[in-house]
């Protein structure tokens, strides 16, 4: 059963469990592209796991470049802390 505040573009993308979150799964290349950018903040869910992606950010400001997958998540109200281990 889809979300009801869900944006349209991330109802049928899978699901995955990350991190304890249930988040969609990035698969298609307008998915990656776009991520969450223009959504509201009540649009986005728990967050976008991006699978086999090496660089987050624009070229010349490119990070993570041993990553496998990349967990994004929306922007917090504050006090929150999301971090992994690898």
Do not use: D, K, Y
Not at 18 to 42: D, I, K, Q, T, Y
Not at 58 to 71: G, K, N, Q, S, T
């Amino acid at each position: 059963m889809p979300e009801p505040l869900l944006a349209q573009r991330l109802r049928r993308l899978p699901v995955a469990t990350v991190l304890g979150r249930e988040v969609r799964v990035a698969l298609g290349p307008c998915a990656r592209f776009l991520g969450l950018a223009h959504l509201n903040r009540e649009e986005v869910g728990a967050g976008l796991l991006i699978p086999h992606c090496r660089e987050v950010g624009p070229r010349h400001l490119a990070f993570c470049a041993r990553a496998r997958a990349v967990l994004e998540v929306p922007a917090g109200e504050g006090g929150e802390n999301l971090a992994a281990t690898s």
